[in-house]
């Protein structure tokens, strides 16, 4: 199933693939993407609730967990937001709605976080960070929670700095 992307001026992309897209696509954070999977229940999505705080030992401070509040028009809050991130991005996102953050500005955003939520895939967003302020180049890969296994009602995302995904043949 090829999903549709977003591409911005500034080089910065979002895209939705697919949840079966195999761990290794995804360079540096297949470590990440191979946690959530050990989660599934048979085809189905993990909860966040499956997840333990030793379970992400190494990524802590890149990750970030978004909890879906209204579907349309789109509305979360962030629960979580590393400490790395903060360093990285200059702001701490946890406790706000998207709609006060920064990034809610940002063309194409919404509309990708909408469909990864609709369709149950693998969200990957590259480029720079421009809505914080700071160019900050990195690869981020959103991954979908379900309580029922199903409907998604959380976000984890993990970002790797200084780095891009290649992107050729990865759909």
């Not at 190494?58 to 991130?85: A, F, N």
């Not at 993990?158 to 780095?163: A, E, H, K, L, R």
Request: charged content about 25%; proline content about 6%; hydrophobic content about 40%.
């Amino acid at each position: 199933m090829s999903l549709p992307d977003y591409e911005l001026p500034e080089g910065r992309r979002f895209l939705n693939l697919p949840r079966d897209t195999p761990a290794a696509r995804f360079g540096p954070l297949a470590g990440f993407v191979e946690i959530w999977r050990g989660k599934w229940r048979g085809d189905r999505l993990p909860a966040w609730s499956d997840f333990d705080f030793y379970d992400f030992v190494g990524w802590h401070g890149l990750i970030y967990v978004d909890q879906i509040l209204v579907r349309r028009p789109l509305e979360m809050r962030c629960r979580l937001w590393g400490s790395r991130l903060v360093d990285l991005l200059g702001h701490d996102e946890t406790g706000q709605l998207f709609s006060r953050s920064p990034a809610a500005g940002e063309p194409g955003l919404r509309a990708a976080n909408a469909q990864l939520i609709d369709t149950g895939g693998i969200g990957i967003v590259l480029g720079r960070a421009l809505s914080y302020g700071r160019m900050t180049e990195f690869t981020v890969v959103k991954l979908p929670c379900a309580e029922d296994g199903a409907t998604v009602d959380h976000l984890i995302g993990c970002s790797q700095p200084n780095f891009t995904l290649a992107i050729d043949g990865i759909r």
